[in-house]
Antibody
């Protein structure tokens, strides 16, 4: 069974940093592209970033470009999102999702940016 | 403002057929496949339809998808109370070099 478990969320002040992790199991992690998608409270889904299976291709939403960095460690079956210069509008539940169809999702981790 | 346009709400009675539309442009729906997601209250989204009209295993055949030009639609037949959820369409956008979502449609089963 495919499992994706996010961690690393929490309360951070504007301008601060946070690193999210996504632990994957139940599939050959190194064979799939991975994504981060977020959802602000009471709002819709917003794609954040994608990374190809070998990290050769990386894409970001304009709203996070230059501030967020996606990475992965295929040996550890893990996906990461380094978030710097956080803003109030980054407050959201962050989900990791498998492959370009977003076929499987984790339960999400809440990031709150507030002073 | 979302790149893909969905109606904010839809409704139907049990047993009815409802459709949800998703409108885009040549850079997204017009040139890439569309996926649909169902988000039940308080839960993570779930893939409902991929590649315009394909159902993952476990998704009832009451759910179907279609695409024509720069628009797509999700149809739900034999509406059930457990179908009450938010539904999102998504596609890759070649101009933005990223995935784009619709704003979501809240389906109410009356």
């Amino acid at each position: 069974e495919v499992q994706l478990v996010e961690s690393g969320g929490g309360l951070v002040k504007p301008g601060g940093s946070l690193r999210l992790s996504c632990a994957a199991s139940g599939f050959t992690f190194s064979s799939y592209s991975m994504n981060w998608v977020r959802q602000a409270p009471g709002k819709g889904l917003e794609w954040v970033s994608s990374i190809s299976s070998s990290s050769s291709y990386i894409y970001y939403a304009d709203s996070v470009k230059g501030r967020f960095t996606i990475s992965r460690d295929n040996a550890k079956n893990s996906l990461y999102l380094q978030m710097n210069s956080l803003r109030a509008e980054d407050t959201a539940v962050y989900y990791c999702a498998r492959d370009m169809e977003l076929r499987n999702w984790g339960q999400g981790t809440l990031v709150t940016v507030s002073s | 403002q979302s790149v893909l346009t969905q109606p904010p709400s839809a409704s139907g009675t049990p047993g009815q057929r409802v459709t949800i539309s998703c409108s885009g442009s040549s850079s997204n729906i017009g040139s890439n496949t569309v996926n649909w997601y169902q988000q039940l209250p308080g839960t993570a989204p779930k893939l409902l339809i991929y590649s315009n009209n394909q159902r993952p295993s476990g998704v009832p055949d009451r759910f179907s998808g279609s695409k024509s030009g720069t628009s797509a639609s999700l149809a739900i037949s034999g509406l059930q109370s457990e179908d009450e959820a938010d539904y999102y369409c998504a596609a890759w956008d070649d101009s933005l070099n990223g995935a784009v979502f619709g704003g979501g449609t809240k389906l109410t089963v009356l």
